[in-house]
Nanobody
Framework: QLQASGGGLIQAGDSLRLSCPVS????????AGWFRQSPGKEREFVAR????????YYADSVKGRFTISKDYGKNTVYLQMDDLKPEDTAVYYC?????????????????WGQGTEVTVSS
């Protein structure tokens, strides 16, 4: 079970950290990821982190501004978002997958949490 939180209304250029506690599985057994969906658009990949080594991969649109991390002790996944832009406005979802290298296609991921809304004003 996953539950994303931490969204809100912020100004462009500000930072925000999203959290996603994971229950029902040890953090070394799943790849974790974040996706987002804007009104009228399809859900898109944002970032993922591997099961054990913590290897990360980002969408080009957020590379250098967003950081995904996994706290193995708390079994929680985070998304640190810096230098936010209005185009980052979306509902953000955390996801988990049992495979080591899930694709960026959201339909390939096994488990999803409820989203948290992020609104960036200019």
């Amino acid at each position: 079970q996953l539950q994303a939180s931490g969204g809100g209304l912020i100004q462009a250029g500000d930072s925000l950290r999203l959290s996603c506690p994971v229950s029902g599985g040890h953090p070394s057994t799943y790849t974790a990821g974040w996706f987002r969906q804007s009104p009228g658009k399809e859900r898109e990949f944002v970032a993922r982190i591997s099961k054990i080594q913590g290897h990360t991969y980002y969408a080009d649109s957020v590379k250098g501004r967003f950081t995904i991390s996994k706290d193995y002790g708390k079994n929680t996944v985070y998304l640190q978002m810096d230098d936010l832009k209005p185009e980052d406005t979306a509902v953000y979802y955390c996801a988990a997958d049992r495979t080591s290298f899930p694709t960026s296609d959201p339909t390939a991921w096994d488990y999803w949490g409820q989203g948290t809304e992020v609104t960036v004003s200019s």
